[in-house]
């Protein structure tokens, strides 16, 4: 069966598909003649087993571990129950923060009181979100799709690369997972896959990180390279273009403005194929 046929059977989407295929989850036959995948039944019932496992919140590589038969299925099920049992006790005791809240206007709030039962609460095994995880929730999301920075190392040799990598990822309190290492090294973030390169300039280097495949993560709805281009062009090139109508403007010339015109292409053509 195809690809199509795949998704209607088992519910699950194409791009999941591809996804747990670039991951090492699904292994399909290739048609010699055609190159095209073929999936059989057991393909179908691995597939089936990933979701159901998925729907159940077990991550990626715990999945992959027990396919491949290196955990199994029981040790999976004892650490995932631990992990949900205790997310269970943080929503138990926010539930009963909730519930005692549910009546009481803001103005009226004892916030000292409160703070004083949910500390009594967590003494006794409760548990609540814990402040410092919003700055690093936040700090993933701004590293979702793409991040540069500066290593300490300003030289930055290639066997020095993934160092610098693994070196911002514990200042930063990433997971950062290197997979390939390189000029161009490939690395994970919370199972999300990157590539890295690095440029000079007058300061020394500077390390690009992007993500190889943002069209993964819903929030990051695909855009078109043409698209992507024309909102480079016009990022980059809007001052240029108001200086080239001030000119026409103010000083009536449309020579004048021909002339920033001409010195202005080579720079849109850039832009547009960069």
């Known amino acids: ?22 991951k090492g ?6 048609n010699l003649e055609n190159n095209y995948r073929e999936y059989d039944m057991e393909d179908v019932e691995r597939l089936q087993s990933i979701k159901m496992m998925r729907k159940i919140d077990v991550s990626i590589e715990d999945i992959r571990e027990v396919l491949e038969k290196r955990l199994p299925m029981e040790d999976l099920m004892q650490k995932h129950l631990e992990e949900l049992e205790n997310r269970r006790k943080e929503l138990d005791a926010g539930v009963k923060i909730c519930k005692k809240l549910l009546h009481t206007q803001f103005e009226e709030l004892d916030t000292s009181a409160v ?41 930055l040799k290639p066997e020095e690369f993934s160092e610098a990598l693994l070196t911002y990822a514990k200042e930063n309190d990433l997971n950062l997972v290197i997979t390939k290492e390189g000029l161009y090294p490939v690395f994970e973030i919370d199972g999300v896959e990157y590539t890295a390169e ?8 500077i390390i690009h990180c992007q993500m190889t495949h943002p069209e993964e993560l ?12 024309w909102f480079k ?7 240029p273009l108001c200086l080239l109508l001030f000119l026409m403007i103010t ?7 021909l002339i920033v015109g001409v010195v202005l292409l080579p720079f ?4 547009f194929r960069s």
């Open 1 to 22: 069966m195809n690809i199509q046929e795949l998704e209607s059977k088992c519910g699950v989407t194409k791009q999941n598909i591809r996804f747990y295929e670039r």
């Open 25 to 30: 989850l699904l292994h399909p036959n290739r």
């Open 115 to 155: 703070l004083k039962e949910m500390d009594e609460m967590e003494a006794k095994g409760g548990k609540f979100m814990k402040i410092v995880d919003d700055y690093k929730e936040f700090t993933k999301m701004e590293h979702k799709r793409k991040f540069s920075f500066v290593p300490d190392n300003m030289a």
């Open 198 to 205: 690095r440029t000079f300039g007058r300061f020394g280097a």
């Open 218 to 229: 819903e929030e990051f709805a695909p855009v078109s390279e043409t698209r992507r281009k």
């Open 233 to 239: 062009i016009i990022k980059v090139a809007w001052l």
């Open 251 to 257: 000083r009536g010339s449309i020579v004048a403005g």
């Open 268 to 271: 849109l053509v850039w832009a």
